[in-house]
């Protein structure tokens, strides 16, 4: 069970029930957001087979400083965020196997999600990362573990996106790739803090691509 802030919280689901489900997308919100808010972008991808999970932060917030502050500063939130969202990945990924799992978010959610795939890479069936990039301030160290292996990743953002540094973008693509990810990356002139439907074209391509198989 969730230990710390986020302990007791709701996941909220939408989609096929998961006892039944082909493919499961587990859908992390941004800072401030909820989880039948991000839940609404499932209605973008027109699947019939697929069920979607979406975990609920406390006080709709995964941790409180910025993911690019000292680590320590955004303690307990952050170890229990991602305690969290392993315990919603592993009930996905029980029915329906981890390769048939899709991690997508936005925002704090996406930097939520890029740093619980580091650091649990293994075959996933995709991760989308809108507007996030791993969590930790310049000069990190990035010596995680594991094979992605293959493992689809889109990471989308905008080069003048107020919150993410693209250089942080760049990193979490190199990150991924040197653990096995097939990595499409797009940046985004002038987007700012957002997400586009090219964006939402390529994750519905993730998400549909399983429900296929």
């Known amino acids: 069970m969730t230990e710390g802030p986020h302990a007791d919280q709701q996941v909220v689901t939408a989609g096929a029930d998961l006892a039944d489900a082909r493919a499961a997308v587990v859908m992390v919100h941004g800072r401030g957001a909820t989880a039948r808010s991000i839940l609404g972008m499932a209605s973008e991808f027109g699947t019939d087979h ?27 939130h952050l170890d229990s965020a991602l305690e969290f969202l392993g315990e919603t990945v592993k009930r996905a990924a029980d029915a329906v196997g981890h390769d048939r799992v899709a991690l997508l978010g936005f925002s704090q959610g996406a930097c939520l999600s890029s740093e619980w795939v580091a650091r649990n890479a293994r075959r996933y069936g995709g991760v989308v990362a809108f507007s996030g990039g791993l969590v930790g301030p310049e000069g990190t160290p990035r010596e995680y573990e594991g094979d992605l292996d293959g493992t689809p990743a889109f990471l989308g953002c905008s080069d003048v996106d107020p919150h993410i540094p693209l250089e942080r973008v760049h990193e979490t693509r190199d990150v991924f790739e040197d653990l096995g990810a097939e990595v499409d990356e797009r940046i985004y002139e002038g987007m700012g803090h957002g997400v586009n439907e090219e964006e939402l074209a390529a994750a519905k391509g993730i998400v549909t691509s399983l429900e296929r198989e």
């Open 50 to 76: 697929v069920a979607y999970l979406a975990p609920q932060a406390a006080n709709h917030t995964w941790y409180p400083h910025s993911f690019l502050e000292e680590t320590e500063k955004n303690q307990p």
